[in-house]
């Protein structure tokens, strides 16, 4: 069992690696959409105002 560990140390950082990347990809999406659903908002709002 340890064995097996030990043959691929590089296998594991490359995936630790590709699940972080997704993480970061996933987050910047989100980020997006939130900032450009609260732009939409307050245009909403802003011309309710006016």
Known sequence: ???T????PGRRAAQAAAVARADTRIVGATTLILSVLLVLLSGAVWT???
């Open 1 to 3: 069992m340890t064995q």
């Open 48 to 50: 309710q105002l006016t």
């Open 5 to 8: 560990h030990r043959q691929y």
